[in-house]
């Protein structure tokens, strides 16, 4: 199914949409997308759809040809705080803050959004399947934060981020079980099965 240009009929709407929620450790990273009305790439789609490769291919495309875009980042302290829904919504506001442009309406991936400024906004279920923008977002969201964690990869090598990208597998929580958690994970998800508790490093 072809990604739909818009929602609505204002010409600045910009999508929105995050990556790393389900994460162990790291931060949420949130894009804030507005393309112009011709925009399209043959490529474009949710970016769990594609391959890593073609994420790296989309990412520049998407920034040279987009009218504004945004990126807002929540750390593991912050979601500790505020719970990673309430992080989640944050980074996204954070993302639309960050463009240079304000938007006439919002798009969001998902079913949970806050009103930002007063701006009209619809959230849409699997919207990165759907609209471009979203799509485009979520892009630029999984890029931004893969690179984060491959660049923490490198002071804690022992987690395997650079795979993994802190995501709950098998691999990661063996690391975590054998070697205890580290400032970078998220002390308020349950890092282990039920039951288990996971040290933490000296």
Known sequence: MALAKKFSKFKLEVGTDEAGRGCLSGP??????????RFSHPLLDDSKKLTE????????IIEKKALAFGVGIVDEKEIDKINILQASILAMHKSIEAMDVVPEFIIVDGNKFKSYKDIPHETIIKGDGKYRSIAAASVLAKTYRDAIMEALDKEHPEYNWKKNKGYPTKEHRTAIREMGSCSYHRKSFRLLPEGEIAKEKN
């Open 28 to 37: 949420v990273v949130a894009a804030a997308v507005i393309l112009p009305a």
């Open 53 to 60: 490769k073609q994420r790296e291919i989309l990412r520049p």
